[in-house]
């Protein structure tokens, strides 16, 4: 018989081996997909579709907004035909490539569909004062508004789906610490705040954490359940962390904890971090928070996901699969893919999928091979050579 896709997800995170692995999907840069496009793909339908990478028991998300609210609107400074001055949606000011501009209209929350990093110019968060303005405009626990208008109608649906599927929530780009905070006020005067200003980052990491916890508390009653949360952080270069273990342990570890505590008493099963970069050094202190769980294991930056299971037994794991073999045509693919769900069926508590998006020197020949053949591995148990 046939485990429901939560059942299957419980089974994972515990460690034992289920009826088959979820499906994860894909998607692509921006000139990937118009490439994929002009190649056979099916313009207008998502990535996943095209290939057959919708699971049909699939986990469903809680609509949950933690993001600034309102947002601030977006103002165009200057313009030309290469690039675009703009303040963003979340006060931050940044000059762009005037196509990713024309892709996105400046929303921060469109950055999947761009092609180039912007360049960050300015940002909201300078000091107290302006933290504090942005903080009680902009991030209150009222919870009005950070659901959609369609949640009181649909809340019966929702929860009867929640019955038999994985519930999650991943909120780009202001539910996590690190990661939020350099969104605020950018990485060189975050790292300096925290050596000349620590009680300003302190200050952040209780408002932001105590408006979560507020909103926990109010959302998740009357029976809406929640398995997982996945916070934003990226916070690892391609050879280390972004901030040291003890930096980590002095700022972040509290709010975490306070988080995390409430989030298990609320009933979440599955704490993940998502984080680009190599995050071995980090991983024991995010641990010891109540973290279990860390995504997308970026293999160039050292992440092997067999590594990783074997390091950290406890962990559960999301994505590991290179996205550069993926352009080296059929073989390669077959071997790199069968590698990663090698390691799936043998060590559990990992689910493959590729780790980041996909770039655009890949076919989509490649692409379809790489969906057949996940495919036949998520049902299809690889055994230890």
């Known amino acids: ?138 991030f209150q626990p009222n919870v009005n508004g950070r659901l959609p208008e369609y949640w009181e109608a649909g809340k019966s649906e929702f929860m009867h789906k929640a019955k038999t599927r994985w519930v999650s929530l991943f909120c780009f780009p202001f539910f996590g610490l690190f990661g939020p905070i350099r969104e605020l006020m950018g990485f060189e005067e975050l790292v300096y705040a925290m050596a000349d200003d620590p009680g300003l980052i302190h200050t952040i990491v209780d408002d932001l954490t105590g408006m979560w916890v507020s909103v926990f508390d109010q959302v998740l009653c009357d029976g809406i359940r929640l398995d997982q949360i996945t916070l934003f952080e990226d916070m ?46 980090i991983l024991p202190e995010l641990m010891a928070t109540g973290v279990r769980g860390v995504s997308p294991c970026e293999v160039h930056a050292g ?3 067999e590594a990783l299971r074997e390091t950290f037994p406890e962990l559960y794991l999301q994505g590991g699969i290179a996205k550069g073999e993926l352009a080296r045509g059929a073989e390669q693919i077959d071997l790199e893919v069968e590698r990663r769900f090698r390691t799936a069926w043998a060590h559990g508590r990992y689910v493959p999928n590729l780790d980041h998006l996909a770039p655009p020197d890949i076919s989509w020949t490649n692409m379809q091979h790489y969906a057949e053949r996940y495919l036949e591995l998520v049902h299809q148990p690889v055994e230890a050579e």
């Open 236 to 281: 690892c270069s391609t050879r280390a962390p972004l901030v040291s273990p003890s930096m980590f342990c002095e700022f972040f570890s509290p709010g975490y904890r306070k988080l995390i505590g409430v989030l298990r008493e609320l009933g979440v099963h599955l704490i993940c971090v998502d984080t680009d970069g190599n995050g071995w050094k």
């Open 1 to 138: 018989m046939a485990m429901s896709g939560r059942d299957r997800m419980l089974c994972l995170i515990a460690g034992e081996r289920p009826d088959r692995l979820p499906i994860h999907g894909v998607d692509g840069w921006a000139e990937a997909v118009e490439r994929w496009c002009g190649e056979g793909m099916p313009c207008g339908a998502s990535v996943s579709e095209s290939l057959g990478l919708l699971d049909p028991d699939s986990g469903i998300s809680l609509p949950l907004n933690l993001n600034m609210l309102p947002e601030f609107p977006i103002r165009v400074l200057e313009k030309d035909e290469r690039h675009v001055l703009l303040v963003d949606e979340f006060g931050v000011t940044k000059r762009m490539m005037r196509n990713d501009f024309d892709r996105t209209g400046g929303h921060k929350l469109d950055a999947g569909a761009m092609s180039a990093m912007s360049h960050w110019v300015a940002f909201p968060v300078k000091d107290m004062a302006t933290w504090k303005r942005i903080y009680e405009e902009r």
């Open 303 to 305: 992440m092997d996901a």
